[in-house]
């Protein structure tokens, strides 16, 4: 079956970097829309960064500048660049098929931003 993991979160002081990946399994993963979203304790789903399957990329107002979304088909790997941390990107981070379905979801790896 389709599979994404995420790996890469973990703890980091505000202001730091971290990268997060996602890698793909069974799946034509170049023809596909892909996307990271985030959750917290107590909040909804939102959504973070997203790539079309020809890269066109699009961010939400909260990380504008400081994350960066971006893909590498011949690892079949989705990644986001997180720069210039702050606490409340704090979250659960999970990444996504965004075109097609059905949808498909990664576990989620863990981000804690604090110092």
């Known amino acids: 079956q389709v599979n994404l993991v995420e790996s890469g979160g973990g703890l980091v002081q505000p202001g730091g970097s971290l990268r997060l990946s996602c890698a793909a399994s069974?799946?034509?993963?170049?023809?596909?829309?892909m996307g990271w979203y985030r959750q917290s304790p107590g909040k909804q789903r939102e959504l973070v960064a997203t790539?079309?399957?020809?890269?066109?990329?699009n961010y939400a107002d909260s990380v504008k500048g400081r994350f960066t979304i971006s893909r590498d088909n011949a690892k079949k790997t989705l990644y986001l660049q997180m720069n210039s941390l702050k606490p409340e990107d704090t979250a659960v981070y999970y990444c996504?098929?965004?075109?097609?379905?059905?949808?498909?979801w990664g576990q989620g790896t863990q981000v804690t931003v604090s110092s």
């Open positions: 790539i079309t399957a020809g890269g066109i990329t």
């Open positions: 996504k098929t965004n075109s097609g379905r059905p949808e498909y």
């Open positions: 069974r799946i034509i993963f170049s023809i596909y829309a």
